[in-house]
Nanobody
Framework: QVQLVESGGGLVQAGGSLRLSCTAS????????VAWFRQAPGKEREFVAA??????NTYYSDSMKGRFTISRAQNTVYLQMNSLKPEDTAVYYC????????????WGQGTQVTVSS
């Protein structure tokens, strides 16, 4: 079972940037989809971005395309977030599944991102 640890969250002013990291332990990523989700207070968890580890294909929520970039290196997946808005405030989670599975099998504990206006 893979364990995921997120880091890089924090407090930033509107218009600023943050880079989140999701590092795996227990095994290395292979033909997996690694995704970022977020959940704001009182709202449902929503998809942010995903990457297919083996080939690097990326997928984005339409609302974040152009501001957020997902990438991978070694056994870590990154989420570069630019032009942050107060509505981006949420707990950000990474998750992993085999590319061919429907459901994500492992989740990290989350990292808080707070964007002040």
């Amino acid at each position: 079972q893979v364990q995921l640890v997120e880091s890089g969250g924090g407090l930033v002013q509107a218009g600023g940037s943050l880079r989140l990291s999701c590092t795996a332990s227990g095994r290395t990523f292979s033909d997996d989809t690694v995704a970022w989700f977020r959940q704001a207070p009182g709202k449902e968890r929503e998809f942010v971005a995903a990457i297919r580890w083996s080939v690097g294909n990326t997928y984005y929520s339409d609302s974040m395309k152009g501001r957020f970039t997902i990438s991978r290196a070694q056994n870590t997946v990154y989420l570069q977030m630019n032009s942050l808005k107060p509505e981006d405030t949420a707990v950000y989670y990474c998750a992993v599944k085999n590319y061919y599975d429907v459901n994500y099998s492992s989740w990290g504990q989350g990292t808080q991102v707070t964007v002040s206006s």
